[in-house]
């Protein structure tokens, strides 16, 4: 009956203690964070976000998407990465275990040579007849700390927590990866363009040399003119090298990024048929937060971080263990195995509750809350950045289709004023400075337009990366 009523109380207590708990454990809730009812100063608020596309779907040109999967298959900095993922694994298999009891076997042998004045060197002399006390001695040893205050548990969570940071922070090195490659190729295509551009004007600035020399010849020019006219072409030949020197550090950078040596890039299309879907839909900012990996990675650290807070508060309470031990035990090694002699058997249970600790403990609780508070602030700005990326990519794209339209203009136009400028020229209706300054004209226009069709490729690619696309 003794043991019944003792039963009981136990239950009640421990039934007790639990409720208590509910106190400690440690709820995660999203903390508020400044949202837009849509980006940019559009009114549209359609759901279906560019960030649904595969990368496969948004990047359709075969040899930039063979320099992605090189790149997710080779790079480096996303191998580190998914190595990471296989540590916070392990962590986590290693946490699930948290709450199963601890099994640890011993065998052990103590020999003692007691003082023969002493009370246990008189009765090992007087009972057994010798001068040493020997103890031979295996076991198993289990443990078991019962999850009263859920600290156990919550450290479970936080380790999870911390897997899935792990995991969405890998996915951002992806995201990164593909349009760092993205962004790479493309600047290929615009310099390959820029080549050919400053290739095809240094033609022409040989045709107008050849015209000024022979201007000069019938006395129709003077040696100012050939020479403003040989300058001119030096300046556009000194481009072709350095262009070319631009290309092949291009080239490098990309073998890099897809885990290669540095070597040369195949690519099989211009940057005026490079395409990239247009008119792109930002979708809703609130689905950004739950779909871009930096964001999200950076929330499992909240959660995490308001697990620590719960693990350090429940510390403070106390502990209880309970611990079981079993085995054989002998003063002889030749009963060491006599069964049942040699058995025994201890069950202990104890509460711990920590005193004076110097005021680690509080101090712990207290870090572990302000580093929580500390990463709210972080998760906070991480959104705030992210949306203003997307901003900021909505505004590069649209003014950028205005710039290139007008530039597509502006080199059709300085193209023709070149042809009224050499025929005019030829009839001694044009001075050799008016068809200097129109060709000069019109290779920076060209070279302008192709930098602009790269920088709205690159815009898309922002926009596509800011909203959480190539996720998958």
Sequence with gaps: MFAINKLIYITLAIATL???????????????????????????????????????????????QQLIRKGLEHNYDLQIALKNIDIAREQVKQAKTLELPELSAQVGVQIDRPSDNSLNGATAQGFLHQAYLNDYNANLTLSWEADVWGKIHMQKQATVARYLQTYEATQAVRTRLISDIAQGYYNLLMLDEQLNIAQYNLKLSDTTLLLARLQKEAGNATQLGVEQAEAQRQATAILIPSLQQAIALQENALSILTGDLPGSITRSTLLSE??????????????????????HAMEMALVAASK??????????????????????????????????????????SVAQPLLEHRTLKTRYKVAEDQREQTVLQFRQSVLNAVGEVDNALVREEKLK?????SEERVDTLRKSIVNAQLLFRSDMATYLEVITAQGNALQAELDLANIQKSKLDASIDLYRALGGGRN
């Excluded at 490079?274 to 609130?286: E, K, Q, R, Y």
């Excluded at 079981?324 to 006599?338: E, H, I, P, V």
């Excluded at 205005?402 to 007008?406: D, K, L, S, T, Y």
């Design 308 to 349: 620590d807070v719960g693990v350090a508060r429940a510390s403070m309470y106390p502990s209880l263990v309970i611990t079981a031990q079993g085995g054989l035990d002998a003063f002889k090694t030749s009963n060491w195995f006599n069964i049942p002699g040699s058995l025994f058997g201890i069950v202990t249970g």
């Design 18 to 64: 639990s409720i208590s708990s509910c106190g400690i454990r440690q709820v995660y809730h999203r903390p508020d964070v400044p949202l837009p009812q849509q980006f940019g100063q559009s009114n549209i608020t359609d759901t279906n976000s560019v960030a649904n596309l595969k990368w496969n779907e948004f990047f359709t040109d075969t040899t930039l």
């Design 274 to 295: 490079a395409t990239i879907p247009d008119n792109l839909s930002a979708g809703v900012p609130v689905s950004m937060v739950s779909r871009r990996p930096d964001v």
């Design 402 to 406: 205005e710039q290139q339209q007008i």
